[in-house]
């Protein structure tokens, strides 16, 4: 008659399942043993790999204690060993290997006296047993991802403690909440921006003549506070009729300017006729004094003064033309303005409005881009807030004689070297969810 050994934890399922009033509840506690089984024999059929160190140890040689990791190759070096390859076994099948060879081996010890003797090493004083494991691997939603070493009979739970325990701000994003906050204020800042650009183009098309009115009414539709929309529509209105107004100003200006210039041109054009008249009139005299002193009815000092009435005259002649000249250069410079005035306020117009309409594009995109990201914070946050936490999915990435396989976990599942655990964390269930 064979006896079946459980696990003394089996052995207490075992018993609850005995004593369970339903099948439901039989069927439960076995398939906990079969589990609980499963992971014994897992346990059992450990299998050496790269990585693991060993540590050889002969009784009556204390000197001959050694640690040797297993190489690249899948070998352990020790004297008296050679080279031993050791990969794929377990860890008794690796023992009872280096217990064979090491007990065909003859020991040489010295003795107190200086003597050297030679004995048999015997099978039971050799000893070789794991003492570090290839370190396991966490990533995933967790606080810390990265290298753990590994301790026997570790489980998921041990090493998701190590790393910092479940991070549930990892899940796709930082901090849902805070994230859905800020990226409300930022959704609301580029409504406000977007519509403050909205009300400049129309601002500039309105200058440019293409529109005649700027008002509230076409940015009503905006999530945007009524006042807020009225702030930005009254600004615009005012730097529309600021714009106006300077620029009748400067159009007032140089029309007066060039009114003022013609009204000038006529004074000194009247002068110049005047001055010219004169200047003749003071060479004529000169020249019937000089006609008189050369018949000597006249004395010579009044030569120089027809003389000196000459060169007074013709020095005013010619201050009135520079002064002339210098007025219609005036007038030419401001007609020449008064004709830029309208192009050259129209181009830079068209300018500025290319400018505001290539911004609103841009906040436009961002508006697009910061609603989406809204849209999943919230969902996220809705989640996280509802929910009852985060429920982990977790995996096992373990390396076996097939190659690698995918194994489905839980946080009671034991770890062995080199495996590498995934977490991902999934949003519970509603209370609405729950309660049902």
């Known amino acids: 008659m064979t006896t079946l050994r459980l696990p003394l934890k089996a052995g207490i399922l075992l018993q609850r ?8 509840g039989v069927m439960w506690a076995l398939c906990a043993i079969l589990l609980l089984c499963a992971t014994t024999q897992a346990k059992a059929d450990y299998r050496l790999h790269v990585g693991d160190v060993i540590e050889i140890s002969v009784a009556r040689a204390p000197e001959l204690k050694q640690r040797v990791p297993v190489q690249l190759d899948g070998s352990i070096s020790f004297p008296m060993l050679g080279s031993l390859r050791v990969v794929g076994l377990t860890p008794a099948e690796a023992q009872s290997r280096i217990q064979a060879i090491l007990a065909t081996k003859v020991l040489r010890q010295r003795a107190s006296d200086g003597r050297d003797s030679e004995v048999m090493i015997d099978r039971d004083e050799v000893s070789a047993a ?18 753990y070493a590994y301790r026997p009979l570790m489980t998921v739970r041990q090493v998701v403690a190590l790393s910092g325990g479940y991070e549930l701000m990892r899940y796709r994003m930082q901090n849902p909440v805070l994230e859905a906050a800020d990226l409300r204020a930022e959704y609301e800042t580029l409504w406000a921006e977007f519509a403050k650009e909205q009300a400049h183009v129309w601002r500039l098309k ?27 529509v009254r600004v615009e209105k005012e730097q529309l009729k600021a714009s106006q107004s ?8 140089l029309k007066q300017a060039i009114e003022l210039g013609q009204n000038q041109i006529g004074v000194l054009t009247e002068q110049q006729k005047q001055d010219d008249e004169g200047a003749q009139a003071d060479i004529d005299e000169l020249q019937r004094t000089i006609d008189l002193y050369g018949k000597g009815a006249l004395p010579s000092p009044r030569v120089a003064d027809s003389r000196r009435a000459v060169l007074m005259s013709s020095t005013r002649k010619l201050q009135t033309s520079a002064q002339l000249m210098q007025i219609r250069q005036q007038q030419d410079d401001f007609a020449r303005q008064l004709g830029k005035l309208d192009d050259q306020r129209r181009m830079d117009q068209l300018r500025e409005l290319q400018d505001a309409n290539m911004k609103l594009a841009g906040v436009r995109a961002k508006l697009q881009s910061t609603a989406e990201k809204l849209q999943y914070a919230t969902l996220v946050r809705s989640q996280f ?17 097939k190659g690698q396989a995918r194994l489905v976990a839980d946080e009671n599942s034991e770890l062995q070297p080199g495996d590498v655990v995934e977490v991902a964390l999934r949003p519970g269930q509603s209370v609405e969810q729950r309660t049902q």
């Open 17 to 24: 399942a005995v004593r369970a009033p339903d099948i439901a």
């Open 130 to 147: 794991v003492v570090e494991y290839r370190p396991v691997y966490i990533n995933g939603d967790v606080a810390k991802p990265g290298e």
């Open 206 to 232: 309105a200058e440019l003549g293409e529109s005649r009115t700027l008002e509230q009414g076409g940015l009503k539709n905006l999530p945007l506070a009524d006042s807020t929309i009225s702030e930005i």
């Open 246 to 253: 300077d620029y009748d100003r400067q159009k007032t200006f």
């Open 385 to 401: 807030v509802q929910g009852s936490g985060s429920q982990p999915e977790i995996a096992i990435i373990r390396m076996g004689e």
